[in-house]
């Protein structure tokens, strides 16, 4: 059964440290994805966003708990207790500990750094007492150490070493953990070591508390730190020994990371894999000169290097090759980005902006399955073609596609990258495999697996149509595509039962429940980003959705009746993106006409909804569609009865935060 909730959200915000992110970002997704999305989330997103319903785990990682309280003190840790009594999994790492024990005391006597104050979750009954160690200095490596730790006998269903060493700086000890009452609070391990400050009965390193239908797990030393990532200090005496220290214990570690895990109710990969290697990116088109047009039209931007052609963007570097050249597969994939590309090594985070992306022209004949194994072009161009045939005015849209098996987003290298781009014609199409980087709203970003399918396309819209035609439709219009296509992909597909979302979002009726329960999955979202280059606004529609993936949440297979055809990535592509040409082509005839607006509401979920209207003090309302100058979201006056008084509000969808499940618009701040 598929889990309900998906997103593991790790604290980026106010107190945290950049490295404990990132290390904690790292072994988190080495260890969970794809079975969930690791996601970095601000304290406006604690504060604001409907997150709790779709979190399986909250991290707080590293860094200092004074700005974790100034910043959710109140009502942020309201949401967080409520999450996790309600059955949700917290896991404080180091300052993430002290913060969720009754009582933080550091450095206690040392003035310059000393912390002594109650903390509001109160997950630990008692008192978090640190540093275990002396030495500690903030923004320094000087305090670390690789603290040996004793796991507790019993305490995991699975064989855990007995013994291994953890990267520690500045965490504590959990006081007197045998006489605290109120609630079961087991230890996981302890520090195998004589301690600076006094542990009381005991030298717990981490705890798991049990708090309603929840747990949180605090851990003092760090964990989830990979010695991968770790960076010499030739100033500082020992450290290349605690680097060989920590290597050793690696894998035991790991293991013990995936373990404590487990114990708070997720479900750890089998294999825990570091996150993939880019690989080439492969540019063709449906007419091989077409491929060619593009090189030269690129010719005023690339620059020459020791007989190498490159375009320098101004996030990416990307090196031009051209199977006109006579490269064979072994020199392709001699041409991957790999380890001499950045300077952490395979194993370690990546820098993957730092990474040269190759790029690949064929001129003279479409890849081969070896050199894209999961992505079949000629299946795809013969799609295309065959779908160009049946769509009013797709013609274009789709001819010319790059594909890359893993690369870092297709919406990133692209809208980041005007240098790039802006010789892209219409239609232009972006698809990959698998995305270690994939762009979501705000800021967040996560690892998206095989299986789904993921593109963007370019959009040259003429800025004097932007009044008449407005930019904001272009998301309704690749909603309504979307839909259509996949209904009418082929003989059994026409009454899966998939919706729309304002603004939007995808979602499908939930398989694993009874259908009169009308619950609702999120499948798939669009993502619009705009430029203006050339007298039009040159948008990167990015589309992600989840069609033949069975991590981590529902697919379109998952919806398919026995007699529907098999699901293929490269025919769903093709279908996609000859629908949304036509549609594009009748949005610039009509704007967003009567036509187009039965289409959309045919497919969303929302008419007639009841809502509050957290702006204006709760107001009930009810939904009643959205409106056809700049598609905002309208929205009736409702009375006690539910009957409408008249009284119409319209929201932004670029402003407001839309939750299905609550029934809430509520502003952004």
Same mark, same amino acid.
């Given at each position: 059964m598929t889990p309900r909730r998906l997103n593991v959200l790790v604290y980026t915000g106010t107190g945290?440290?950049?490295?404990?992110?990132?290390?904690?970002?790292?072994?988190?997704? !080495?260890?969970? @994805?794809?079975?969930?999305?690791?996601?970095?989330?601000?304290? %406006?997103?604690?504060?604001?966003?409907?997150?709790? @319903?779709?979190?399986?785990?909250?991290?707080?990682?590293?860094?200092?708990?004074?700005?974790?309280? !100034?910043?959710?003190?109140? +009502?942020?840790?309201?949401?967080? %207790?409520?999450?996790? *009594? *309600?059955?949700? @999994?917290?896991?404080?790492?180091?300052?993430? /500990?002290?913060?969720? #024990? %009754?009582?933080?005391?550091?450095?206690?006597?040392?003035?310059p750094l000393e912390v002594i104050g109650s903390r509001e979750l109160g997950f630990f009954p008692g008192t978090?007492?640190?540093?275990?160690?002396?030495?500690?200095?903030?923004?320094?490596?000087? /305090?670390?150490?690789?603290?040996?730790l004793k796991v507790t006998k019993g305490a995991f269903k699975d064989s855990i070493p007995e013994k291994f060493a953890s990267y520690y700086n500045g965490g504590g000890v959990f006081v007197d953990v045998d006489k605290v009452t109120g609630r079961k609070v087991e230890v996981l391990a302890s520090y195998d070591e004589d301690l600076d400050v006094?542990?009381?009965?005991?030298?717990?390193?981490?705890?798991?508390?049990?708090?309603?239908?929840?747990?949180?797990?605090?851990?003092?030393?760090?964990?989830?730190?990979?010695?991968?990532?770790? @960076?010499?200090?030739?100033? &500082?005496?020992?450290?290349?020994?605690?680097?060989?220290?920590?290597? +050793?214990?690696?894998?035991?570690?790991?293991?013990?990371?995936?373990?404590?895990?487990?114990?708070?109710?997720?479900?750890v990969s089998a294999e825990n894999e570091s996150l993939p290697t880019l690989s080439n990116l492969h540019l063709s088109a449906v007419d091989n000169s077409q491929v060619s047009e593009l090189l030269c039209s690129w010719s005023d931007v690339i620059d020459k290097e020791n007989g190498e052609e490159f375009i320098t963007g101004e996030a990416d570097k990307f090196r031009i090759q051209s199977d006109e050249d006579g490269l064979t597969l072994e020199d392709l994939q001699r041409s991957l980005p790999g380890a001499d590309?950045?300077?952490t090594g395979e194993t370690g985070i990546v820098d993957y902006g730092a990474i040269t992306k190759n790029i690949i022209a064929h001129e003279r004949a479409l890849p081969t399955k070896e050199m894209t194994p999961r992505f079949n072009h000629k299946l795809y161009y013969s799609s295309l073609r065959r779908?160009?045939?049946?769509?009013? !005015?797709?013609?274009?849209?789709?001819?010319?596609?790059?594909?890359?098996?893993?690369?870092?987003?297709?919406?990133?290298?692209?809208?980041?990258?005007?240098?790039?781009?802006?010789?892209?014609?219409? /239609?232009?199409?972006? #698809?990959?495999?698998?995305?270690?980087?994939? !762009?979501? *709203?705000?800021?967040?970003?996560?690892?998206?697996?095989?299986?789904?399918?993921?593109?963007?396309?370019? &959009?040259?819209?003429?800025?004097?149509?932007?009044a008449s035609r407005p930019v904001v439709f272009i998301q309704y219009i690749a909603a309504i595509a979307i839909v259509e296509a996949i209904q009418s992909y082929d003989v059994g597909y026409e009454n899966l039962p998939i919706k729309l979302k304002w603004p939007n979002d995808i979602y499908a009726l939930d398989p694993t429940k009874p259908a009169s329960s009308k619950t609702y999955v999120k499948i798939g979202g669009i993502l619009s980003q705009c430029g203006y280059c050339d007298g039009s606004y040159?948008?990167?529609?990015? &589309?992600?959705?989840?069609? &033949?993936?069975?991590?981590?949440?529902? #697919?379109?297979?998952?919806?398919?009746?026995?007699?529907?055809?098999?699901l293929h990535l490269e025919t769903l592509l093709a279908r996609i993106v000859t629908r949304l040409e036509s549609l594009h082509a009748q949005f610039r005839r009509e704007g967003f006409s009567e036509n187009l607006e039965r289409r959309y509401y045919r497919h969303w979920l929302h008419t007639g909804q009841a809502i509050s209207l957290e702006a204006e003090g709760g107001v009930r309302a009810r939904v009643l569609g959205i409106t056809r100058d700049w598609g905002m979201l309208r929205v009736e006056e409702t009375d006690a009865e539910g009957r409408g008084t008249g009284k119409m509000w319209t929201l932004q969808s670029d402003e407001n935060s839309f939750d299905f499940w609550k029934g809430l618009v509520r502003r952004k701040q």
């Open positions: 945290t440290t950049s490295e404990s992110v990132r290390q904690c970002m790292y072994s988190l997704r !080495r260890l969970l @994805s794809p079975n969930y999305a690791v996601i970095p989330i601000s304290e %406006s997103v604690l504060l604001k966003e409907p997150w709790a @319903s779709t979190c399986a785990l909250l991290v707080i990682p590293g860094g200092a708990d004074l700005g974790y309280c !100034r910043v959710l003190n109140g +009502e942020g840790n309201r949401h967080i %207790s409520d999450f996790v *009594r *309600r059955g949700g @999994s917290y896991l404080g790492l180091c300052a993430g /500990g002290y913060y969720g #024990s %009754s009582k933080c005391e550091f450095e206690v006597g040392n003035k978090c007492r640190g540093g275990a160690f002396k030495g500690f200095e903030y923004h320094s490596e000087k /305090g670390a150490r690789a603290a040996v006094d542990g009381g009965d005991g030298k717990a390193a981490l705890v798991l508390c049990h708090i309603g239908d929840g747990k949180a797990l605090l851990s003092g030393p760090h964990p989830e730190f990979s010695p991968a990532n770790l @960076s010499p200090q030739p100033t &500082i005496p020992g450290y290349d020994n605690l680097i060989v220290k920590l290597q +050793e214990d690696d894998a035991a570690r790991l293991a013990f990371l995936g373990a404590c895990l487990e114990k708070l109710g997720l479900e590309d950045h300077p779908f160009q045939r049946i769509e009013d !005015r797709a013609e274009d849209w789709g001819n010319m596609l790059m594909y890359g098996d893993v690369i870092t987003s297709t919406n990133s290298l692209l809208e980041k990258n005007p240098k790039l781009i802006s010789k892209l014609p219409t /239609g232009f199409t972006f #698809s990959a495999a698998t995305q270690v980087a994939g !762009r979501g *709203r705000g800021t967040n970003v996560w690892v998206a697996p095989p299986g789904g399918l993921m593109f963007s396309t370019i &959009i040259n819209h003429p800025a004097y149509l932007a040159q948008i990167v529609l990015g &589309i992600g959705i989840n069609a &033949i993936n069975p991590r981590p949440t529902t #697919s379109i297979s998952d919806l398919l009746p026995p007699n529907a055809s098999p």
